[in-house]
């Protein structure tokens, strides 16, 4: 885990600083690579439905069936997220004090993502998606049932990063499964500083209430908020 959220790390201050059209151009790279690589992907996913049976309702083994049509949609919904406008560099407030100092309030990446979420593969690829998006970093732990599949999926991401020319560890994914690992998962900020994580739990699922830990464990901004990273301040004179 250590490992895997230090590369995280390591690829924020790249991914951050990347623009509005090479963030478009790394989602449509991820969306025609999720299309390629859609057989090793069924294969997976076929693994994940043969091991799940017998273990999991009907309802969840349908959300963890992948179909050739399903990966197309995954990746259509990849290419609406590149669509959208860019969230990043937004003024959200603004105001000037009477000294002239003019103050506005910025949208910024918060920097690396935890996402924690059940076994439904096409989360994987719209959480990767939404976070590129938004100029962060992801770690992605899914549910076991679906492991070989999600790793399938972010192999696949991560090989269109490459070729996109941005670090494909802005997609990274937790390979334990087990809820030690999501606890290690929610915790490591306390170890991790100048780090931010945002953890998400599908909705409907009480999986990990037992797990749940004080929120000034789960958010760490980024250093107290400067110029550069939330705030920006310019000085209006009268002629």
């Known amino acids: 885990m250590k490992e895997l959220l230090e590369q995280a790390k390591a690829a924020r201050p790249r991914v951050a600083a990347l623009g509005?059209?090479?963030?478009?151009?790394?989602?449509?790279?991820m969306a025609d690579s999720l299309e390629a690589h859609a057989g090793e992907i069924l294969k997976a996913n076929a693994e994940d439905l043969t091991e799940a049976q017998g273990k999991i309702s009907d309802v969840m083994l349908d959300r963890l069936r992948l179909t050739e049509d399903r990966i197309r949609a995954m990746a259509q919904g990849i290419r609406q997220v590149a669509a959208l406008p860019d969230p990043v560099g937004l003024i959200l407030d603004s105001h000037t004090r009477p000294d002239g100092l003019k103050i506005d309030k910025v949208s910024v990446p918060m920097g690396v993502i935890a996402i924690i979420y059940e076994s439904r593969p096409n989360v994987t690829s719209d959480a990767a998606a939404l976070t590129l998006k938004s100029g962060n970093v992801c770690v992605l732990r899914g549910g076991k049932e679906a492991i070989r599949s999600a790793t399938a999926i972010v192999d696949a991401l991560r090989a269109g990063l490459?070729?996109?020319?941005?670090?494909?560890?802005a997609v990274n994914l937790v390979?334990?499964?087990?809820?030690?690992?999501?606890?290690?998962?929610?915790?490591?900020?306390?170890?991790?500083?100048?780090?931010?994580?945002?953890?998400?739990?599908?909705?409907g699922s009480s999986r990990f209430s037992p797990l749940s830990v004080e929120i000034d464990q789960l958010l760490c901004l980024p250093?107290?908020?400067?110029?550069?990273?939330?705030?920006?301040?310019s000085r209006q004179t009268s002629p």
């Open 175 to 203: 390979q334990d499964t087990s809820r030690d690992s999501a606890t290690a998962l929610m915790t490591a900020v306390r170890n991790s500083r100048n780090c931010a994580f945002s953890i998400g739990v599908e909705p």
């Open 223 to 233: 250093e107290p908020f400067t110029p550069s990273n939330g705030f920006s301040c």
């Open 20 to 29: 509005t059209e090479e963030k478009n151009r790394g989602l449509l790279a």
């Open 162 to 169: 490459r070729q996109a020319d941005i670090p494909e560890n």
